[in-house]
């Protein structure tokens, strides 16, 4: 049979990763624009203090949009992370503790309470062949009242050390977090279970067909979701010095957010984790080019609906016409 | 197969852009300023509001009262103001107080989306010099300033009035507010620790008004055929809702102590409303606190007024002080909360309608009061 | 429908004399209230290739789907290899060497091929993590192994065309070295020259003992291939057969006698250019001239991949031209929608091959399906009046001989060829001039197929004039007047008459361009 011409293998790296690129893209247009703004506004191109604190406000999103993004990944949603990070901030608030063993302890007590979150969603969702919506909709109410029920009202510190670590003020060594992050995922993308979580996301029929182990993989993946949204929680906790019930409800509209920014399909079967990733610091970047384009307060929200809508739309309409092209 | 392994260079770029990008920024990062203490007496100051969310009639009001007073003396000369909502949403204030402080402003304001979630940010911002004073929904960051009314004590108030008018003796109700908030709670107890010493005073019912006028109109007409004879009405929560109700029902309105609506003062007023008239106590959380806020930050950066947390008094109004135009707006709706400014010789602060409803500034200069030291 | 009794079928095969590797007996299934195995019989030995015909609805997916474990049929035993099974699950199938290619391609679009190829066995690291390089290269030599060049294993399957991922497919269920293979018409979505390389790894599979069953509509190649041949109809075992002629399989197939597959040509009214393309430009097409006349069938044939979709959808304004002119009725037309190939005055309508993504709404009533292109005419004030809705839709169902329960059913519970006809009957329920079919008896059973030839000479003879694309040669070498082949985007050759042969049409389809 002919052998027609192969596309240059950087073309085809584009193609498949058009939602990554995309959202680099994005990322970079962000950063130029608040550089610019931030130029305008001070005098001065944005320093080490502006790294940090953007690092820092972002490292919860930053993994609490991998969570979304692996659900959304498998073809499923997840409304329940901003629970999870709810209850995990709660706990770990009460329990670090301030002797490096008990941070320790608490840290991986916290991270497998929100993989048993996960897998309680995983469960329903896979065996109880319930909609991920419905499930993780109920059981975002459930870890919310476990959370103000582990910690009526906001407090509880967390030791200076742990903020150190998570959240250092002097310098964004999180950036390190996402790094073992990448690192954690490459490999997850690398065993069966990783290639399930895709298979099923793009058709759950054919992924059965093909002998993916379909249950296994989508109970994992939820599993998987509810640590990285513990891990969220811990970021917020170390970056606020201090407990709070409640903050973590924002995330779960926020970590969809993060997810759409990153280019990644709500189909499912599509994308990385690593775009959602750049999404997160893309909505960050959102905040603080508002923020120094000094538009009144009053329609702040308004504007970042358009600048979701835009970017949005400029990701599908890009990514559409790079299809076209790849047909051609 | 070569360009597999480009792949792997690829994902860690594209992953890394942000970084890349990023490297525009410059390190070394700056060390910490030692907190501030010299007076600022040569230059205008940098002072920001930094509210959680204008989603409801008070984060407005407050907001508005802000923007008023930074265009009247002697703010419109000494501050250079700002201000900015987060929509409720812990990370994104905290993001734009680290923006504040990118500014360089003197003092930021806070009425916080969590009362401990923006300690970091704030903790920072002290350490950097930087004034902090929230008020309203505070935070529990130890080296700001705090400015409050005492919630407790509003109970307390409102029930010494009604054990006072009624004689210590008498059927009374109690209309509470949202269940599980701080503030209703505190003002609960406290009412609850004043009937406690009167064994005489029988709250007969004890229902919520959601701290809706609305919605405390509708409980009141329900439960009000059950009930005997009412001497007395505590309500925390949307007072002429409870009167209204009254009023429908052809009952008499027994002395009355809550919230600030300008409903309930009218029926306070010579006048009467709806032709009944009570003999009532009215006050509530005032939305000035955002300017005894700016006013603090302003006294205390130019070193008039010593560092500490401010406990308001309750501005309160009773039949004898209500007085038409200054506390009470007759040509308003009932819905109007009246405590946008305080009234009489020692007001904390006193405002003119239009700065409450558009932010624009009353005539004169503003005379703002704080609280002895 | 006639009673079987009433036929004389050919003399049955003998039975088997090697020992039974699959054994069905008195299977039954039912999917809602539909029969689709009812108390079947089937058997099969190692290293037989083993056709099952029968119409769509005859069962033969169903039977498929119950020996790779895909469906457990409600009553009746499996016997594989000897031993009774219960298979609930494909993995069921594949721990007792079952691999299935099932008609519905089981592929992952988002994945790439090499991906989809070793799922399941994909090379590890030291650490026991997928090596993504070695699965490129793993898939790339298997492939290769297999004759495969054309297909790049990274590219997503999404990416790759339908007789690809087809091919995909049948590599991946061989590469698992299966003991029996199902193959639920591999053909369907492959031309002449891949059928050619399925039948040269049928016959590799075959040395090696493997029992293949497979089901096709297209007789030739059950013909050429099969060793045996089992009829179903309405869910039973008719009869099996080592050699049966066509028609009396389809006399067994339908239960009634079919004379001839293809109807005669309507002669051709005056020769009026009903719809012309001048240098026609865009996606894959590379300036195609063709004329279409009033009252014609006129076949496209080629090579899969070589431009006919684009130019069918160009056609119909579904697809952008970068050049190039279409005339509609003498007269230049812009077609930048579909919408405006359907207005008025131009009349074209388009009927695709994947009826199930590209035009029906499977959970929708087949009255709905049909009446969605009129529903303009049928409604006064945009109120729709539900008693024209139901008389034009009965209407057509009768006109087209769609075999339904009724008109309320979805059209999810008709065959495959049925369906076709209710996308059949929306179109021409706007009362098209111009009619683009595009592949419509893919997938189609034979008794379905020769109803759609019919339909589609009598629409020609009522002076419809009719654009024909087929990946069966021997399907445009009978039913259209003229045929264009087409390759690498533009038409290499015209044939008519008696150069109107499959032969002629595929040798030009695969000749090289330096020839032409």
Known sequence: MPQPKRKAAWIRLVEQNAGLVLSAVLLVIAIVLYCAIYYAAQGRLPGGFELTTTVNNTMPLVFAGAAQAIVVITGGIDLSVGGVIDLTNALAALYLGDSPLSMVLCTIGVIAVGGACGLLNGLLVAYGRLQPILVTLATLAIFQGLAIRVLPAPGGSVPEAYTAILANFEAPYSLVFIVVLLVVWALVRRTSIGVGIYAIGNDDLAAKSSGVKNLRSRVTAYVLSGMLAAVAGLFLVANATSGDPTTGNGYTLRSIVAVVLGGISLFGGRGTPISAVIGAFVSTMIVNILFFAQIDPLYQSFFEGVFLVVAVLLTAIISRLMRRRAVA | ?373 | MDSPSALDPPAEAAGPSAPLLVECVGLRKTFGGVVALNDADFNAIAGEVHALVGENGAGKSTLIKAIGGRIRPDAGTIRIKGQAQALGAPEDGHALGIRTVFQELTLLGGMTVAENLLIGREPRGRLGFIHRRRMGEEAEALLARMGIEHIDPLALVEETSLAERQIVEIVRAINNRPDILLLDEPTSSLVEREVNWLYGQIEELRKRDTCIIFTSHRWHEIRNVADRITVFRAGRHVGTFEDIDESEAITLMTGKRVSTLYPAVPPLPARDAALEAKGLRGGRLNGVDLTLHKGEILGVGGLAGHGHRELFFSLFGAERTSGGEILVGGKPVRLASPRQATRRGIDIALVPEDRKTEGLFLGMSIRNNMTLSVLGRISSAGVLNFGAERRVAEEMARRLGVRMQGLRHPVGSLSGGNQQKVLIGRWLLMEPRILLLYDITRGVDVATKHELYELVSRLAGQGHSILLYSSDAEELAHLPHRVLVMREGRIARELAGPDMTAESIVSAAVRDTAQS
């Open chain 2, 1 to 373: 197969m070569s360009f597999l392994l480009d792949r792997r260079k690829f994902l860690l770029g594209a992953a890394g852009a942000g970084l890349a990008a990023g490297g525009l920024i410059s390190f070394p990062f700056g060390l910490a300023q030692a907190a501030e203490t010299k007076p600022i007496t040569d230059r205008k100051l940098k002072i920001a509001l930094s509210n959680s969310f204008i989603g409801n009639k008070w984060r407005l009001t407050m907001e508005n009262l802000f923007k008023s007073a930074l265009q009247m003396e002697p703010y419109k000369s000494e501050v250079e103001g700002s201000w900015f909502n987060s929509g409720n949403d812990v990370s994104k204030q905290s993001q734009q107080i680290a923006n504040l402080i990118s500014q360089g402003v003197d003092a930021i304001l806070v009425d916080a989306a969590s009362p401990t979630g923006l300690n970091g940010i704030l903790h920072q911002a002290s350490q950097r010099g930087i004034l902090v004073v929230s008020f309203d929904n505070t935070v529990t960051e130890p080296t700001g300033l705090k400015i409050g009314m005492d919630e407790f004590n509003f109970g307390v108030l409102w029930a010494e009035f009604v054990a006072k008018k009624i004689n210590g003796k008498g059927n009374v109700i109690m209309v509470t507010g949202v269940a599980g908030t701080y503030d209703d709670d505190e003002r609960n107890k406290g009412g609850d620790s004043v009937w406690a010493k009167y064994p005489d005073i029988k709250v007969v019912a004890r229902y919520t008004g959601m701290w809706d006028s609305a919605v405390t109109q509708t409980n009141t007409a329900a439960i009000l055929p059950t009930l005997p004879k009412i001497d007395g009405i505590w309500s925390g929560s949307g007072t002429d809702g409870v009167l209204k109700a009254f009023v429908e029902a052809g009952r008499p309105l027994p002395p009355t102590a809550g919230t600030g609506e300008n409903g309930f003062r009218k029926f306070m007023t010579k006048d009467g409303y709806m032709g009944q008239k009570v003999d009532g106590l009215s006050f509530d959380d005032a939305p000035f606190e955002s300017v005894i806020a700016l006013e603090l930050a302003r006294a205390v950066l130019r070193g008039t007024y010593p560092r500490g947390n401010v406990v308001l008094p309750a501005p309160a109004v009773t039949n004898d002080t209500i007085e038409v135009g200054v506390n009470v707006f007759p040509d308003q709706p009932d819905s109007l909360n009246c405590l946008f400014t305080d009234s009489g010789k020692n007001a904390l602060v006193q405002f003119c309608i239009d700065a409450a409803l558009n932010g624009t500034p009353c005539e004169g200069k503003l005379e703002v009061r704080l609280p002895k030291a």
